[in-house]
């Protein structure tokens, strides 16, 4: 059975049933994606239709990443269905092969595709994520467009002379230039003496160099100015790693982002949440396959039982909810990285493991 002719048989209809899938699901987040996309096309004068598609074809590999366990379960239950009322499950279990010989092509179809995804997939979605940012930054700040930004993390500085908290609707080049930046000085007292409100903020050696500012102050009238700047103890790369988000950094990256983030004294649990649930990705997707094998063993000829189908579609659906929150608590420090990754896997796993091992051998 081993790289025989059946194993092979099994892993390219495994992989070709993969692929279409991922085609057809690729498909669809575009369409998806560019008609949201293109809706605000004739709110604003300039922007074109290709921006929307240059936009959205930049966000469909990390959309893609995400959704990818979903095309594993969903594909191994469509390509062992298909086997199943083909009876050639039949055929290979009548001839002596138990389910864990006969289940080992898709476990590797499963390994494979999470290689690929680790190591072909992931720098793509990070690269472009990375470009779609700073597209959608630019798009935002000149028409005031876009989807919405995950929440940026403020900044805080404290000098000898001044006390600021720094904001931003969004960032560029490793987080240092801001874009819609809020400047707000605090007094001795810990009041609001000014706050300035920047086009754009670009971190110099030793200074924030702000254009386009409105400065408030209190009882004053607001002040416009074309440049001015606000001195900092900031490093560049102390920003660039505070700032950068973890899904626009590689998996082979992250480690020396974490290292470089250590060094700084910058928390590290969402890089290390990042890279250990990069790292368990194809183990995800075997769990996703075992799953998708528990409701696939029972022959039936016309009909497979609709309750199994759900109930597979469920679990694997609980599965990826339950990564993703446990994920949440691993970047907070709630709970350990390691931890927050690996867990729902291994469990998944062994859960899967354990019916297969029930219906073969009761």
Avoid at 2 to 20: A, Q
Wanted: glycine content about 6%; overall charge neutral; aromatic content about 10%.
């Amino acid at each position: 059975m081993f790289f025989g002719t059946l194993f092979r048989y099994f892993l390219k209809r495994h992989l070709l049933t993969l692929m279409w899938f991922f085609i057809g699901v690729a498909c669809l987040i575009f369409v998806i994606d560019f008609i949201e996309t293109s809706s605000i096309s004739s709110e604003v004068a300039g922007f074109t239709l290709l921006d929307g598609v240059i936009l959205t074809l930049l966000r469909v590999p990390l959309l893609l990443q995400q959704t990818l366990p979903f095309v594993l379960l969903i594909g191994g239950i469509t390509v062992m269905i298909a086997l199943n009322r083909r009876q050639e499950l039949v055929v290979t279990r009548a001839a002596g092969i138990s389910v864990w010989q006969f289940i080992m092509p898709f476990v590797t179809g499963a390994i494979i595709t999470g290689l690929i995804a680790l190591f072909v997939l992931n720098p793509l979605a990070a690269n472009s994520m990375r470009m779609a940012t700073e597209m959608e930054a630019d798009l935002r700040s000149s028409k005031q467009i876009g989807h919405k930004e995950e929440t940026i993390p403020w900044l805080r500085q404290i000098t000898e002379t001044d006390d600021v908290i720094i904001g931003a609707q969004s960032v560029e080049d490793n987080g240092t230039t801001l874009r819609q930046a809020v400047f707000i000085h605090f007094g001795p007292d810990h009041r609001i003496i000014m706050r300035q409100d920047a086009d754009t903020a670009k971190l110099k050696h030793g200074y924030w160099l702000l254009n386009k500012v409105t400065e408030a102050k209190p009882g004053q009238i607001p002040v416009e100015l074309e440049t001015t700047q606000v001195s900092t103890n900031l490093e560049q790369e102390f920003v660039q790693e505070r700032l950068t988000k973890p899904d626009t950094v590689a998996f082979l990256d992250i480690p020396a982002k974490i290292r470089a983030a250590r060094a700084l004294g910058v928390s590290t649990y969402a890089l290390e949440t990042q890279f250990h649930s990069l790292a368990s990705m194809p183990f995800l997707l075997v769990a996703m396959t075992l799953i998708s094998a528990t409701v696939s063993l029972k022959f039936s000829r016309f009909n497979q039982s609709q309750a199994m189908i759900l109930g597979g579609v469920i679990s694997g659906f609980m599965l990826y909810v339950i990564s993703v929150l446990v994920k949440a608590f691993g970047s907070s420090g709630a709970v350990p990285p390691f931890v927050a990754a690996w867990i729902p896997v291994v469990v998944a796993m062994f859960l899967g493991s354990t019916i297969l091992l029930h219906q073969e051998d009761g």
